[in-house]
T-cell receptor, first 113, second 109 residues
Framework: GAVVSQHPSRVICKSGTSVKIECRSLDFQATTMFWYRQFPKKSLMLMATSNEGSKATYEQGVEKDKFLINHASLTLSTLTVTSAHPEDSSFYIC?????????FGEGSRLTVL | GQNIDQPTEMTATEGAIVQINCTYQTSGFNGLFWYQQHAGEAPTFLSYNVLDGLEEKGRFSSFLSRSKGYSYLLLKELQMKDSASYLCAVRAGSYQLTFGKGTKLSVIP
């Protein structure tokens, strides 16, 4: 199947700093990518839909100025958590669809101290 | 709105069969997915149903009844490595999925 790669897999940062997470589709082009967040023992919650060449679409309750999404090419979407706080600590997962199937990145575990 | 329900936890014995149920109430329906997720890892695709009936894939089968808003995932010949969370997800529109909270399955010897 198609491969979606995320980087970094783990990141620890200080409160108030910004963290960038990359999501790449390695063997296909993805005009749309999705960013999910998963808190411990909770389900995946869709944060935003990333569209190549245009603005991302954010789900209700997700601050677009805090979670900056850039989808500058057909194979790369980035999520930047700005001014991170401990409550932003979570597992962030991206996904992209190819021929109707949704493929997930490996996930990035963010810990904000 | 979307509402997807599945049991929080289940325990089953190695070699046995287990059925994980999922009920959903969504505005629109364009397919139901089952994913397996091991702790700390991303979900991996298991099955997809869009029409009523049973889809079999090796040790895993998934059933869908659209009229009842109901699906189940059946795991046969359970192995210890099957211990994981199983996520039911519904696609209401194009490609966005809404996930249930997941069922944590523990397989015991």
């Amino acid at each position: 199947g198609a491969v979606v790669s995320q980087h970094p897999s783990r990141v620890i940062c200080k409160s108030g700093t910004s963290v960038k997470i990359e999501c790449r589709s390695l063997d296909f082009q993805a005009t749309t990518m999705f960013w999910y967040r998963q808190f411990p023992k909770k389900s995946l919650m869709l944060m935003a839909t990333s569209n190549e060449g245009s603005k991302a679409t954010y789900e209700q309750g997700v601050e677009k100025d805090k979670f900056l999404i850039n989808h500058a090419s057909l194979t790369l979407s980035t999520l930047t958590v700005t001014s991170a706080h401990p409550e932003d600590s979570s597992f962030y997962i991206c996904s992209a669809h190819e021929t109707g199937e949704l493929f997930f990145g490996e996930g990035s575990r963010l810990t904000v101290l | 709105g979307q509402n997807i329900d599945q049991p929080t936890e289940m325990t089953a014995t190695e070699g046995a069969i287990v059925q994980i149920n999922c009920t959903y109430q969504t505005s629109g329906f364009n397919g139901l997915f089952w994913y397996q997720q091991h702790a700390g890892e991303a979900p991996t695709f298991l099955s997809y149903n869009v029409l009523d009936g049973l889809e079999e894939k090796g040790r895993f089968s998934s059933f869908l009844s659209r009229s009842k808003g109901y699906s189940y995932l059946l795991l046969k010949e359970l192995q210890m490595k099957d211990s994981a969370s199983y996520l039911c997800a519904v696609r209401a529109g194009s490609y966005q999925l809404t996930f249930g909270k997941g069922t944590k399955l523990s397989v015991i010897p």
